[in-house]
């Protein structure tokens, strides 16, 4: 009974799956670190805030509902760009100056607040301290008619303070890096999907990219320096040339002959113009060996090269065509995706006229990668 292919989703029902949530990638350990860690946060910021408020008399708020926001990303996302010490200070902190200025200038809340949230976002972006959180604290702000100067130094930069304080010790007690670095480190390509989620499993931390912004990064990455790694670094620089090459209307035997000869694997086959219109393999000989005969391997490639009984007895018979062919001018790297993914094993590289002038192999490309690797060191 034919098995059925079932349908292609709809690009309606493609689009719906792009709101269902992907999962975090985190063992339950991990997952109750992050609990633990925001709720140690949170308490310690609010017990010590709460005691200040008291000793000092300050009539007002002694903590602000968007740290619980900060917590997560300290905690949850300690990694992330959002999440460093800088960030946390200066976005939440200026926030609130932010919006202090806005309920001054602008008497309507309305036009207030969504002035405070674009202009906090700009000066974070600018100073280098986005933090979401930041954008609440603006608002927030403009919603209670000021006291942002107030709420700057208390409780915020109070809150902000201890906040960090547990969340360099908790971090580092549980094995997470706080403040994490942020430099980019160099890359290594040629990674493989399961090598990313082992990767990933190893890491055990949310991060705030999505896996396939991360993975498209890193192949660029790892593309980009094996590019640099190659230089410019073209066809007609590694390709043998000239190459050994027959007609299609060479006999078997002429071109088996050949191969031996010069002990190569394959033969372009060309035209009279010395366009490459196939290619003959020792691989294409052997699938047309008669395997149900009892004699020998050799004994059989006689009779097919000699042309005995009913098998071709010329190129054109046996040959593979179309054929991959690559341009002199072509980058070597262009190539790699053709050996590595393609199942290739020889390539005829051809002129700007698609004339025949040479052939790379695999060892060849090895050969290069080599030596380019060895000039870098």
Same mark, same amino acid.
């Given at each position: 009974?034919?098995?059925?292919?079932?349908?292609?989703? #709809?690009?309606?029902?493609?689009?719906?799956?792009? *709101?269902?949530?992907?999962?975090?990638? =985190?063992?339950?350990?991990?997952?109750?670190?992050?609990?633990?860690? !925001? *709720?140690?946060?949170? %308490?310690?910021?609010?017990?010590?805030?709460?005691?200040?408020?008291?000793?000092?008399?300050?009539?007002?708020? @002694?903590?602000?509902?968007?740290? /619980?926001?900060?917590?997560?990303?300290?905690?949850? $996302?300690?990694?992330?760009?959002?999440?460093?010490? @800088?960030?946390?200070?200066?976005?939440?902190?200026?926030?609130?100056?932010?919006?202090?200025?806005?309920?001054?200038?602008?008497?309507?809340?309305?036009? /207030?607040?969504?002035?405070?949230?674009?202009?906090? $976002?700009?000066?974070?972006?600018?100073?280098?301290?986005?933090?979401?959180?930041?954008?609440?604290?603006? $608002?927030?702000?403009? $919603?209670?008619?000021? /006291?942002?100067?107030?709420?700057?130094?208390?409780?915020?930069?109070?809150?902000?303070?201890?906040?960090?304080?547990? %969340?360099?010790?908790?971090?580092?007690?549980?094995?997470?890096?706080?403040?994490?670095?942020?430099?980019?480190?160099?890359?290594?390509?040629?990674? #493989?999907?399961?090598?990313?989620?082992?990767?990933?499993?190893?890491?055990?931390?949310?991060?705030?990219?999505? +896996?396939?912004?991360?993975?498209?990064?890193?192949?660029?990455?790892?593309?980009?320096?094996?590019?640099?790694?190659?230089?410019?670094?073209?066809?007609?620089?590694?390709?043998? #040339?000239?190459?050994?090459?027959?007609?299609?209307? &060479?006999?078997?035997?002429?071109?088996?002959?050949?191969? +031996?000869?010069?002990?190569?694997?394959?033969?372009? &086959?060309?035209?009279?113009?010395?366009?490459?219109?196939?290619?003959?393999?020792? %691989?294409? *000989?052997?699938?047309?060996?008669?395997?149900? &005969?009892?004699?020998?391997?050799?004994?059989?490639?006689?009779?097919?090269?000699?042309?005995?009984?009913?098998?071709?007895?010329?190129?054109?018979?046996?040959?593979? !065509?179309? &054929?991959?062919?690559?341009?002199?001018?072509?980058?070597?790297?262009?190539?790699?995706?053709? *050996?590595?993914?393609?199942?290739?094993?020889?390539?005829?590289?051809?002129?700007?006229?698609?004339?025949?002038?040479?052939? =790379?192999?695999?060892?060849?490309?090895? +050969?290069?990668?080599?030596?380019?690797?060895?000039?870098?060191?």
């Amino acid at each position: 009974m034919p098995s059925t292919v079932p349908a292609a989703p #709809s690009p309606l029902r493609r689009w719906l799956r792009n *709101f269902w949530p992907a999962s975090l990638g =985190i063992n339950r350990r991990e997952h109750l670190r992050m609990a633990c860690g !925001a *709720f140690l946060g949170v %308490a310690l910021a609010a017990l010590l805030g709460r005691w200040w408020a008291l000793v000092l008399g300050v009539d007002g708020p @002694w903590m602000v509902a968007s740290f /619980g926001a900060s917590a997560v990303l300290v905690f949850g $996302l300690p990694a992330s760009p959002l999440a460093q010490p @800088w960030p946390v200070l200066a976005g939440s902190t200026l926030s609130a100056l932010v919006g202090a200025l806005c309920a001054t200038l602008v008497p309507d809340p309305v036009w /207030g607040g969504a002035l405070a949230v674009g202009l906090a $976002l700009a000066l974070m972006v600018q100073l280098r301290c986005l933090h979401p959180p930041g954008g609440a604290m603006a $608002l927030l702000v403009v $919603l209670n008619h000021g /006291g942002g100067v107030h709420l700057a130094v208390f409780p915020v930069l109070v809150n902000v303070l201890v906040l960090l304080a547990v %969340a360099v010790v908790y971090n580092t007690l549980t094995g997470r890096s706080y403040p994490h670095p942020q430099r980019a480190k160099a890359a290594v390509g040629g990674f #493989s999907t399961a090598d990313m989620d082992a990767a990933l499993a190893h890491y055990n931390q949310v991060l705030d990219i999505s +896996r396939s912004d991360l993975e498209g990064l890193l192949h660029q990455v790892g593309r980009a320096a094996f590019q640099r790694t190659l230089g410019e670094l073209r066809c007609s620089d590694i390709m043998s #040339s000239p190459p050994f090459a027959v007609e299609q209307g &060479v006999a078997l035997q002429d071109a088996w002959a050949l191969l +031996r000869r010069e002990q190569i694997k394959a033969l372009p &086959v060309v035209d009279g113009e010395r366009q490459v219109v196939g290619i003959v393999t020792v %691989a294409d *000989f052997m699938r047309l060996v008669n395997l149900d &005969v009892r004699e020998g391997l050799g004994q059989r490639l006689r009779t097919l090269v000699m042309g005995r009984g009913k098998n071709p007895t010329q190129v054109n018979g046996i040959m593979s !065509a179309p &054929v991959q062919v690559a341009q002199a001018s072509q980058h070597v790297m262009d190539l790699v995706p053709l *050996f590595s993914h393609g199942g290739h094993h020889h390539i005829p590289i051809v002129d700007p006229e698609q004339r025949l002038v040479g052939i =790379i192999t695999q060892t060849d490309l090895v +050969r290069a990668l080599a030596r380019a690797i060895q000039a870098a060191q």
